[in-house]
């Protein structure tokens, strides 16, 4: 599940999203690690997105749960 947050004070665009993983072969420490690596990855391009004649920085916030 995902959600977008436009916070025009600081202009930044946060996608928010928890990436939720079951099964015999998933834990919570994976799961974890997991989401900090996309999170590392999704972030390392530093992107940036023009809204309504204003730039903000994209950031993305992950987590992972264990289900």
């Known amino acids: 599940m995902g959600e977008a947050q436009l916070d025009k004070e600081n202009?930044?665009?946060?996608?928010?999203?928890d990436l939720?993983?079951?099964g015999n072969a998933a834990s919570e420490e994976l799961s974890?690690?997991?989401a900090a690596?996309?999170?590392r990855h999704w972030n390392e391009p530093h992107a940036s997105v023009h809204i309504h004649h204003e730039w903000y920085r994209v950031q993305f916030l992950i987590t992972g749960t264990y289900a």
């Open 37 to 39: 690596d996309i999170e």
């Open 20 to 22: 939720i993983f079951y």
């Open 32 to 34: 974890k690690m997991i």
């Open 11 to 17: 202009r930044s665009l946060i996608i928010h999203a």
